[in-house]
């Protein structure tokens, strides 16, 4: 290869190495589920589980870890949907999980979801009218 080549390449290289950082998040699913939220998985009918921003969501079975999620927080955000212009652009989200989505009181709009999150922590990432996202999640 010659030195133009080589520069060229290693320009190559490095204008790319952005793409190709370390991360320890992990992507899935999320739905939305609406009132009633009591009583939950995690905490039965205690009003106080709830966050005063109502960023909560409950935990799918991917998620759950035999109630071992109860409590975890996780930050979220969304990173596609099926539809354009779904994903609230750079917007992430910090939820508690205070159920378990195969239990709640109120069905998720899409069963098997990773995460299913109160309708307000949902509009928040995406426009409500999805019925999913796809999400990058990572419990903090």
């Not at 998040?25 to 999320?30: F, K, N, Q």
């Not at 996780?74 to 949907?81: D, F, G, H, K, T």
């Amino acid at each position: 290869m010659s030195k133009s080549q080589l520069l060229l390449l290693f320009l190559y290289l490095l204008s790319s190495a952005h793409l190709f950082h370390p991360s320890s998040a992990d992507v899935g699913t999320a739905s939305q589920y609406n009132p009633p939220y009591t009583p939950t998985a995690c905490f039965g009918n205690d009003n106080s589980q709830f966050p005063s921003s109502n960023l909560f969501a409950a935990a799918g079975e991917g998620v759950w870890d035999n109630g071992a999620a109860c409590g975890r927080q996780y930050l979220v955000r969304c990173i596609s949907a099926v539809a354009p212009k779904t994903c609230v652009p750079d917007k992430t989200i910090q939820v508690r999980i205070v159920d378990r989505a195969q239990t709640s009181a109120s069905r998720p709009a899409k069963g098997g979801t990773t995460i299913v999150l109160s309708n307000t922590a949902f509009g928040t990432i995406a426009n409500p009218g999805a019925a999913f996202i796809n999400i990058e999640f990572q419990q903090v």
